[in-house]
């Protein structure tokens, strides 16, 4: 859902998309919300402006946990 939201949208247009860092609680209440077991796409499409940045950490967050 990350991947596509990323890709669909206008955020590949963000400068520095993957490098530039997300607003802590914005990334913190994502990841609560979707622990709390609601669907990725049903919280970012609930959210009225949410930060690409934000998105392409969650995808960083989520490649860097994987086991190795």
């Known amino acids: 859902d990350a991947i596509d939201w990323i890709t669909n ?3 590949m247009e963000q400068e520095g998309l993957f490098r530039i860092g997300a607003a802590a609680h914005d ?4 990841k609560q919300l979707v622990e709390e077991g609601v ?3 049903n919280v970012l499409q609930g959210m009225e402006s949410i930060d690409p ?6 995808i960083k ?5 994987l086991p190795g």
């Open 27 to 30: 990334l913190q209440l994502i």
């Open 53 to 58: 940045h934000c998105v392409a950490c969650l």
């Open 39 to 41: 669907q990725l796409r």
């Open 9 to 11: 949208g206008d955020a």
């Open 61 to 65: 967050e989520y490649l860097r946990e």
